[in-house]
């Protein structure tokens, strides 16, 4: 091995043309899924305090804003949906005429290949604010799941064209896999929120979808942030089950997270870059302390180099525009 003066590890670095050559993670527009909220309502734009930049909108505004977004050249959305009327049952959430079966008919009618993804959990629609039906304050597993399959059966009915499981009940993607190809919907792809953690970075989100539970807190399922053999055992069960594409949120506080899945299994991994990660972005540059949008590639690039082959996230359109002028 070759040292000092002979090797000198900056001559790779002086100048563009070289860093462009030996750059070894590049963005893309394809790597990104931009998330949206559906509301009821017509006409509606409501912005999210603690995400500057993200909008709740109703289905007419949602479906111009999907028009715009695959103009860009984005290649998927996904979409949470905050219900009229909510229940302990969460009943909206597989209801053939809830907010998320409606928006995901218009977005499909108005536009050609834009991939509608939908978050299915029970989180948005219970009266509770919480994933599953409660016995006390417990958040029953088995009784959940049919109520997650009837959502996901309803999601694909509506035309959705992948299905993302969000709510870490034991046994979901089976149940999830066995209805949609129990009624022909053996072509629809499952994207597992499979290494979910129980994080404090979904706090923006719970404002955005209206969903943070009346009591208690997520740790009887999502995961212990302190836990990474445990990310391989919920990787693998998800897999085992019917997993086309596994999710590690959040993203960047779990690269180690994301590397470990790339490294373990051979199948696309996704990473959420969730609101929190957004908000903190925002509220930095917000106040002149980080230049926003070389934060917002840096924190891109880190989690695709960490091993993520897509990721969610709400800096999608902002990402893809600063793309196109980089051409
Ligand atoms: C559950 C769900 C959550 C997020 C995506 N799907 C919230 C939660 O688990 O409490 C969070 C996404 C984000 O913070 O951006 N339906």
Redesign the pocket.
């Known amino acids: 091995m070759s040292e000092f003066p002979i090797k000198r590890l900056r001559r790779l670095r002086y100048n563009a043309t070289v860093r462009d050559m030996v750059r070894e993670t590049s963005l893309s527009k394809d790597d990104f899924i931009y ?1 949206l909220f559906a509301v009821p309502g017509e006409n509606i734009r409501k912005e999210i305090k603690s995400m500057p930049g993200v909008f709740q909108m109703s289905i007419d505004v949602l479906v111009k804003e999907c028009v715009e977004v695959e103009a860009l050249g984005i290649p998927a959305v996904i979409l ?1 949906g905050i219900p009229s009327h909510k229940d302990e049952k969460g009943s909206e959430a597989y209801d053939d005429n809830g907010i998320i079966q409606k928006a995901v008919r218009a977005i499909k009618k108005a536009t050609k290949r834009l991939l509608v993804i939908t ?6 629609y219970t009266s509770h604010g919480h ?1 599953g039906l409660l016995h006390g304050e417990e958040i029953l597993n088995d009784e959940t799941l049919e109520l997650l399959a009837a959502e996901a059966l309803s999601h694909a009915k509506a035309g959705a064209d992948i299905i993302a499981p ?3 009940m034991d046994g979901r993607i089976a149940a999830i896999r066995k209805i949609l190809d129990d009624n022909g919907f053996y072509k629809i792809p499952v994207l597992s ?1 499979a290494v ?1 953690y129980a ?1 404090g ?6 404002d ?2 209206e ?3 009346a009591f208690g807190d ?1 740790k009887s399922h ?1 995961m212990d942030p302190a836990n990474s053999d445990e990310a391989l055992r919920e990787a693998q069960s998800d897999i085992d089950e019917g997993a086309d594409i596994i999710m590690v ?2 993203g960047m506080p779990y690269l180690d997270v994301i590397r470990r899945l790339k490294d373990n299994f051979n199948l696309p991994i996704a990473a ?7 908000a903190m972005i925002k509220a930095a540059a917000g106040n002149g302390w980080l230049d926003e949008e070389r934060v917002m590639i840096e924190s891109l690039t880190a989690i695709k180099r960490a091993g993520a082959d897509m990721i ?1 996230t ?1 800096f999608a359109k902002d990402a893809a525009n600063y793309l196109d002028r980089q051409k």
Not at 201 to 206: C, Q
Not at 272 to 277: K, M
């Open positions: 998330p949470f978050d299915v959990c029970l989180c948005e994933c969000s709510d870490m929120y979910k994080s970075f979904y706090g923006p989100f719970r955005a979808a969903s943070a539970p997520r999502q949120k959040p959420y870059q969730v609101s929190g990660e957004y969610l709400y």
